[in-house]
């Protein structure tokens, strides 16, 4: 006896194996549900086995689609699709977590319903919006005034509840103060509810949570929401009701029993005014022969609908699109057609509705009175410089198929910008589509014209052309606008069966050239040559006269981009002449034309001399840290095509070459650099060098006949350990640390203030105070020291006093100090007395290396929203500051 979701047995047939089985004693043949025993008699025991598997419960893809009473889609709607109740739970406002303990896999729905008292003596609160009062903040912003929604207290979320610890009922208020939402168990769990309040004194009821087996999601544009693997059965239809409508029908109960369904829920806008509404949609393709051409069938378009647009985009395979910024315009049947080609509006009698919105979209509506006794009205697109116009009025038999075109409702012919929405009526939804392709933009052109002047180049001597000797009347060569040139004025006298050839060179950078022509003569013979490939070898003749000057079209030989026009001229010796006998010289005008929207220019110039120049140390006298990679840098710029070899040292307390020198690839040390394009780097370990003063040199080896190029860079290795000297030993208030490199000069018995103390030269330095009766006085160890700092004795007081920071006005001495403070941390900057951009950054520097002292009090404080440094020399960075030099010289300070 067969049982529902069991596998069906396929038949006597046997065409399948996927079946169920039943055997008999005597009959174990065929896939049938019908089995004999043969030769039963008393007495006899016989035994029949049958076979199945239970098949998963049936499920099914529901569609819930939700409309208005005309059958328009309504978007936006939450629909349910509930199944059997899993539980109750009344979740009252106290803040205490109501908990539905171990709820098993499985799409759930929670539909939350009711209000409680919140706020005495009446005000509500439902599960995501609450009551409020004229005088509460934000009351006039309210969009369901005056309800508002729960998630504007976020993350606390007062007063709506909470499922999991969120608030997922969404945005739209339901006058009945009911809501659902999805809920999807992935493993077996706890669901957990709650209500949270800032005062729960005066809230008074609860809100139910209903727990049910089933489905619940939002409508899209079409005004449906798909659920899928639906089981099989009965379920109730229900809808989070909006505002101003009222239900029609759908809702209750549906039963699922197809593998493929829909449900459709309408309802009624009760405050709706009735209305004609027209959509009408824009699309645009990227080739003309994308366009429908709909006017070419019999009878035209078809219908125009709301799936009509999308469809056709749909099928383009991306060459169509739906697009944004497009306006359209309505007028009554007595108005004329404005003009297929019109770009713009349509003036007296249209008005303008759009403009479409991100999804090709836009729409009017007209009231009973706008179109009372109406049969029809007009609509058009208003039309876009730079797209194809509409060919109707031109070809009035519409022959012309390269044309825009448009169709509205049942008015599927002609190729006009003037279509009818006939037998409108309110109530009623009607479409438009309009199509059309962008013209492609005429490419501007750019211009070049180069001539034969001073401006051309001699390669030979990397400097520009003359104008050279042009008196021979063999010269029959004219070109308008160029110059006779050559490497002087005077050509050089050559014998009979020698020659002297010059090389004149052009670049320039033009992109999608369009144009390019070269007129040229010379005397005597030229090669003409691009991008380094010869399209013109030397014929052996002259080209002087205006017989044999030549017209050429270079354009099949440029590159997209930049481009170089090498000319060379050989001028033929003859014994005995001279320069005005036998003159030498090149004539020509080069135009090309291309793209004016890129780079179009003439480059033409010398090439630029070698260049060398060290980056790193960066100035003389320069103070190298001890570190693991000290990278020495330079840039060099070549003069010429040839890879040169680049000879560089490191030299203990002098630039000679191939004295004291202790790393580079000279002198038998073979350390490592690198040469990329024109940057060179040698990175080397500074730790163990002994303190002193050490030049950087770099060496190029030019090719012969050029001279070589050579830099150097003096800089310092500071001593390890710092050096304390008392400026005031008779008093109690500073015992200062002078900085790394510094040496105490001159004798002083007396100390009435603190000496300033500068960033030393190469030379002597001697400071001392702005005031006061005496002067300590300080000269460098070396030609740029380190600045830096170390504990002071028990006796010292408050290193730094006042607050500085880069942009004020600032202490010139107090930044002196933070500076020399700075360097002793390894933050090496110069010590100028002014707080720049160097200082700004090392104090952020410090800051950070201090965070948790510095910067996450002011944070933990309340008074900054970050831990981030500032670079100002503040309450807290003073007071580490002054602790480092001398501790507890500062007392923790009170942050304001």
Known sequence: VMKANYLPFTGRTNVSNITAELYCTGDAKNYDNLEWIPGVSAGGTYHCVAWNVQLPPPTADVTMCKTDDKGAPLP??????????????LVNPTGATFTLPAVAVGNYAVKASGTYVYRNPSLLADATFSNRLPADSGYSTLTYLPWKNSTEYAPNNYLGLQVNGTLPWGSVFNPAHVYYS??????????????????????????????????????????????TDVPYGTYTAEELLQTNWQPVSGLGDVVVDVPIMTHTVVNKDISRIPVATIVAEKVVCTTESALPNWNKNPGGAPKIVAATAADWVEQSDGACRLVPDWQFEWALPQVSNPGDTLVGQGGTGWTTFGPTDATGETEVTLTAEQIAKKPYVWIREVLKD????????????????????????????????????????????????????????????????????????????????VPTYNQNNAWSASIPGATWIWDSYKATE?????????????????????????????DNDYEFSVNGVVKVPFSGSSHFSSLSKDEIDILPFLSNGYNEITIKVKNFGATGSNYAKNPAGLLYKLVVKGDKEEVCEITTAPVAPASLTITNPVLDGDVVPRVTDFDFKATYSDDDDQVDTIQWAIRASTCEAGVGTIAGNVDGFTNASTFVGSQFSAILDTISWAAGDYCFVINPIEQS???????????????????????CPNTEVMDIVIPVGYEKVGDSDECTSIPTITTPDKTNLRTSSNSGTKTKKFAPASLRSVLGASTSKLQCGMYLKAYTKMGATNDTWEVKKL????????????????????????????????????????????????????????QLTRWKINNIVCPGSEAFPVLD
């Not at 936006?76 to 739970?89: F, H």
């Not at 999608?512 to 003569?521: C, E, G, Q, V």
């Not at 160097?838 to 910067?855: C, G, H, M, N, P």
């Open 76 to 89: 936006n709607w939450q629909l349910s699709l509930l199944g059997t109740k899993v539980a109750d739970i």
């Open 182 to 227: 999805t809920l999807s168990q992935t493993a077996v769990s706890d669901i957990d509810f709650k209500i949270t309040d800032t005062f729960y004194g005066d809230n008074v009821g609860a809100i139910l949570a209903e727990l049910y087996k089933g489905y619940t999601g939002v409508t899209g544009k079409d005004g449906c929401v798909v659920f």
């Open 386 to 465: 730079g797209y194809l116009g509409f060919s109707h009025a031109a070809k009035p038999n519409n022959s012309n198929d390269v044309t825009a075109e448009m169709y509205c409702h049942t008015d599927g012919v002609n190729y006009d910008n003037y279509d009818r929405v006939d037998g409108i009526q309110v109530d009623t939804t009607y479409h438009c589509v309009a199509f059309n392709y962008e013209l492609p933009k005429p490419v501007e052109q750019c211009e070049l014209t180069m001539y034969s002047d001073e401006e051309t180049v001699v390669v030979e001597r990397n400097g520009y052309a």
């Open 494 to 522: 050559i014998k009979n069966s020698e020659s002297e050839t010059f090389t004149f060179n052009e670049s320039f950078t033009v992109y999608n050239p369009t144009f390019a022509n070269l007129d040229i003569a010379a």
């Open 705 to 727: 006949g050029e001279a070589d190029l050579r830099a150097t860079r003096l800089f310092t290795i500071a001593p390890t350990e710092p050096t304390e000297i008392d400026l």
């Open 819 to 874: 500076q020399w403070f700075l360097n002793g941390q390894g933050l090496f900057i110069p010590v100028t007395g002014t707080f720049d951009a160097a200082t700004d950054q090392a104090v952020r520097d410090f800051q950070l290396k201090y965070q948790s002292e510095i910067l996450t009090p002011w944070f933990t404080a309340g008074i900054v929203p970050h831990q981030n440094p500032t670079g100002w020399m503040y």
